[in-house]
């Protein structure tokens, strides 16, 4: 049953990715000789969630004992809109979830402790893989479909339903999970704070020059990297995809032209969703951040099956004073840790963000 259900799980990652090599699925002898397919696999699933600019900030060491210590990859920081590796520490609870859920669709439990205590330790949770008698082959199925959708998002408020069926993911030691319709007061305060933050963001130099450093115009960049986004990731289609393929480089995103652009998609965007949906923690300790990245990823896997596109838009959190504004004009009891526009889509398109090889982020000590 298990080599079937790894046999299921491989040809829907080759599948899934023949066209676009999101991921690579063949390793060094290393990998192959010390993990077992089953792991390979639970770590491909794994390396496929949600991060801030696509930097897969994570690293796993598997230890001898057979445990996996899930660390910070320090080379994946984001100083300029991070300083405190808030979005780092969301990113690898993103990163446990789809662990937990991939060992889970192959038939396999994972226990977790976490290990961190301060925002800046590297060593972030320890795992261990054990088999179980329960299976759900779903998951896998939600990972390598999960992705952001930015554009084509109907004005549409988002049903009750399916807010609440959301809401349902998050557990209740968990995040608080706020949704705001749009056209309500609340939806366009947060539209109007999109705006003016993106304003300022556009205008750091230090922020603009972090993005140019992750963002891979041409094939060449974007295979060797394997991380960061790109033109298919920036959703760009047509003439203006070959345009910034073609002439495009890293000094181009510190043009005027690049700050205008930016913010015109902003506007559209803001002014085209079905609502935004806030989720808080109740502490700002790295703990609340990992379990408020895991729900995160539980909300992201399955908005999908409700046409729902998730786009997340951080900016408001990442520049003062609209962190602190948003917390008080909003009563929000705790610290909000995502800002997530939400929308119908019509054609869900299919995920195009790469990842790294498991081999670039696997130790083995
Ligand atoms: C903590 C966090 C913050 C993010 N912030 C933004 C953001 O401000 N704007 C945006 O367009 N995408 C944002 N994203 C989405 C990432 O860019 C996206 O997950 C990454 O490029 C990989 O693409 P995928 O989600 O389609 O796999 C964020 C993701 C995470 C986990």
């Known amino acids: 049953m298990k080599q079937l259900l790894t046999l299921i799980s491989i040809a829907l990652l080759a599948s899934c990715t023949s066209n676009q090599h999101r991921i690579i699925t063949e390793h060094s002898k290393e990998i192959n000789s010390m993990l077992s397919k089953d792991e390979i696999g639970i770590l491909e699933l794994a390396s496929m969630a949600p991060s801030g600019h696509n930097t897969q900030p994570w690293q796993v060491v598997i230890k001898k004992d057979g445990s996996w210590i899930i660390q910070v990859n320090e080379k994946s920081l984001l100083p300029a809109v991070d300083p405190h590796r808030r979005e780092c520490l969301l990113s690898i609870g993103a990163f446990i979830q789809n662990l937990i859920y991939g060992a889970e669709s192959l038939g396999y439990a994972a226990d977790f402790s976490f290990l961190c205590t301060k925002m800046t330790d590297k060593n972030i949770a320890c795992i261990t893989i054990k088999e179980s008698d329960t299976t759900h082959p779903e998951f896998s199925e939600k990972i390598m479909h999960r992705r952001t959708v930015k554009s084509h998002h109907k004005e549409k408020a988002i049903s009750v339903e399916d807010i609440n069926f959301l809401k349902t993911l998050v557990r209740q030691e968990d995040p608080e999970v706020s949704f705001y319709q749009s056209g309500s007061q609340e939806c366009q305060y947060i539209d109007g704070l999109q705006i003016l933050s993106n304003i300022q963001q556009v205008n750091r ?81 790295p703990v609340s951040l990992l379990k408020t990245g895991m729900a995160f990823e539980r909300i992201f896997l399955h908005v999908r099956e409700l046409n729902i596109g998730l786009h997340p838009m951080t900016q408001p959190l990442e520049e003062s004073p609209f962190n602190s504004n948003i917390k008080n004009e909003l009563d929000i009891k705790g610290f909000p840790q995502f800002i997530l526009r939400l929308g119908y889509i019509d054609d869900y398109p299919e995920p195009k963000s790469i990842r790294k090889s498991i081999d670039s982020f696997i130790k083995f000590e």
């Open 205 to 285: 130099e230090d922020v603009q020059k972090e993005l140019a450093d992750w963002i891979r115009w041409d094939n060449k960049t974007i295979y060797n990297n394997r991380d960061g986004l790109n033109p298919d990731s920036l959703e760009l289609t047509g003439i203006a995809k070959w345009f910034v393929q073609t002439f495009y480089n890293k000094n181009s995103v510190l043009t005027d032209s690049f700050k205008t652009s930016t913010m015109k998609k902003i506007e559209e965007m803001v002014s085209k969703h079905g609502g935004w949906m806030i989720i808080s923690c109740q502490n700002d300790d």
